[in-house]
């Protein structure tokens, strides 16, 4: 069969489905451009020099590896001038960084989590790069406000895992597909169509050290599935934790399973853990556009209208019968 490319696929989207403009599409290719070349800086590891702390830290409290602000770098150079954007904003960065007066303004944002894992970078595990796009309000006047919307508006969102093999998993609100990059040829190739996740599973990936913190609902959930084929779930689960959110969720994206961040007493004063706008809500619509849920528990996440850009919420995502059991014990 012929390959489809990246580029193939997002034209005959613009034409069939009408859901992709001409600068969407742009948009699309200068991000997963920027990821190649993240993955060329991720593959070198020790012998490029890209290990270790940056000896920086981000306004999320976290020490800054020399990965996270290199691929922040890589992410902002790529996008800067192309004319499709209005704004950027990252994980990375306090506030979101204004196109340069030089080059035109667009009419999209884009957010990312520029490299997610970063534990795993040093130990050579996978890590990968989210993001999410939206629509710049109409009318308005550049400001920080302006990224302050719900999940449920964003018009396209993605990630790329740097794995075994580079792959990126896409969503334009027409399912969720999956590319894998030829490294020979430097391109991404369609090598699955439409993604479902199983409504049910027998995987569950959370950070099990913090179970002491753990709410009632999640302790229960867990319980039972720990309690295997004799508790009241008739069944033995598995558990994988890989702790770089990108990996996990795409497991279950290609298996199913469910993954929780969910509230504990250590992250309840900051909301949660992870970030809503980079992680939560790209993940989450990726997640829904393959047929899973995505909940904090209480709300569905892509329904949260955002306060703040570094806003942090409890996630809990993956195959839509246990994350429907998961709510209903809270
Ligand atoms: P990031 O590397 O972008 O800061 O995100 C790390 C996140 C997420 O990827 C992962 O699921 C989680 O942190 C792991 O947390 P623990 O170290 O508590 O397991
Ligand atoms: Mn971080
Ligand atoms: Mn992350
Ligand atoms: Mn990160």
Same mark, same amino acid.
């Given at each position: 069969?012929?390959?489809?490319?990246?580029?193939?696929?997002?034209?005959?989207?613009?034409?069939?489905?009408?859901?992709?403009?001409?600068?969407?599409?742009?948009?699309?290719?200068?991000?997963?451009?920027?990821?190649?070349?993240?993955?060329?800086?991720?593959?070198?590891?020790?012998?490029?020099?890209?290990?270790?702390?940056?000896?920086?830290?981000?306004? %999320?409290?976290?020490?800054?590896?020399?990965?996270?602000?290199?691929?922040?770098?890589?992410?902002?150079?790529?996008?800067?001038?192309?004319?499709?954007?209005?704004?950027?904003?990252?994980?990375?960065?306090?506030?979101?960084?204004?196109?340069?007066?030089?080059?035109?303004?667009? #009419?999209?944002?884009?957010?990312?989590?520029?490299?997610?894992?970063?534990?795993?970078?040093?130990?050579?595990?996978?890590?990968?790069?989210?993001?999410?796009?939206?629509?710049?309000?109409? #009318?308005?006047?550049?400001?920080?406000?302006?990224?302050?919307?719900? #999940?449920? %508006?964003?018009?396209?969102?993605?990630?790329?895992?740097?794995?075994?093999?580079?792959?990126?998993?896409?969503?334009?609100?027409?399912?969720?597909?999956? +590319?894998?990059?030829?490294?020979?040829?430097?391109?991404?190739?369609?090598? %699955?169509?439409?993604?479902?996740?199983?409504?049910?599973?027998?995987?569950?990936?959370?950070?099990?050290?913090?179970?002491?913190?753990?709410?009632?609902?999640?302790?229960?959930?867990?319980?039972?599935?720990?309690?295997?084929?004799?508790?009241?779930?008739?069944?033995?689960?598995?558990?994988?934790?890989?702790?770089?959110?990108?990996?996990?969720?795409?497991?279950?994206?290609?298996?199913?399973?469910? +993954?929780?961040?969910?509230?504990?007493?250590?992250?309840?004063?900051? #909301?949660?853990?992870?970030?809503?706008?980079?992680?939560?809500?790209?993940?989450? +619509?990726?997640?829904? %556009?393959?047929?899973?849920?995505?909940?904090?528990?209480?709300?569905?996440?892509?329904?949260?209208?955002?306060?703040?850009?570094?806003?942090?919420?409890?996630?809990?995502?993956?195959?839509?019968?246990?994350?429907?059991?998961?709510?209903?014990?809270?």
């Amino acid at each position: 069969m012929k390959p489809i490319f990246l580029t193939q696929f997002l034209i005959e989207e613009q034409r069939a489905m009408g859901k992709i403009t001409p600068d969407l599409r742009l948009l699309l290719e200068v991000v997963t451009r920027a990821c190649k070349r993240i993955s060329i800086a991720v593959g070198k590891g020790a012998l490029g020099g890209v290990l270790g702390d940056a000896g920086t830290g981000n306004i %999320q409290g976290e020490a800054q590896k020399k990965l996270d602000v290199i691929s922040n770098d890589i992410l902002l150079e790529a996008n800067e001038w192309g004319g499709h954007l209005a704004a950027l904003a990252s994980e990375e960065m306090d506030h979101p960084h204004p196109i340069p007066e030089q080059y035109p303004k667009g #009419g999209y944002l884009l957010l990312f989590d520029p490299l997610d894992g970063s534990s795993n970078i040093d130990v050579n595990v996978s890590v990968g790069t989210i993001f999410s796009v939206l629509r710049k309000p109409e #009318g308005s006047a550049s400001s920080e406000d302006d990224f302050l919307q719900p #999940g449920t %508006q964003q018009v396209a969102a993605g990630y790329c895992v740097y794995g075994p093999s580079t792959t990126l998993v896409l969503t334009i609100g027409n399912g969720v597909h999956q +590319f894998t990059l030829d490294r020979e040829l430097g391109s991404f190739v369609l090598t %699955q169509r439409d993604m479902k996740i199983p409504p049910d599973t027998k995987e569950f990936s959370i950070n099990m050290s913090n179970e002491r913190f753990w709410e009632a609902p999640v302790k229960r959930y867990i319980d039972e599935c720990v309690a295997g084929k004799d508790g009241p779930r008739g069944k033995d689960f598995n558990m994988r934790w890989v702790a770089s959110m990108v990996a996990d969720v795409h497991r279950i994206i290609t298996r199913g399973g469910v +993954f929780m961040y969910p509230l504990d007493s250590k992250t309840k004063s900051q #909301g949660g853990k992870l970030r809503l706008m980079y992680e939560a809500n790209p993940m989450s +619509f990726i997640i829904e %556009q393959a047929g899973g849920a995505a909940t904090t528990g209480r709300e569905r996440i892509l329904d949260i209208k955002p306060n703040k850009l570094h806003q942090r919420v409890p996630v809990i995502m993956g195959s839509k019968n246990e994350v429907d059991l998961v709510s209903s014990y809270h």
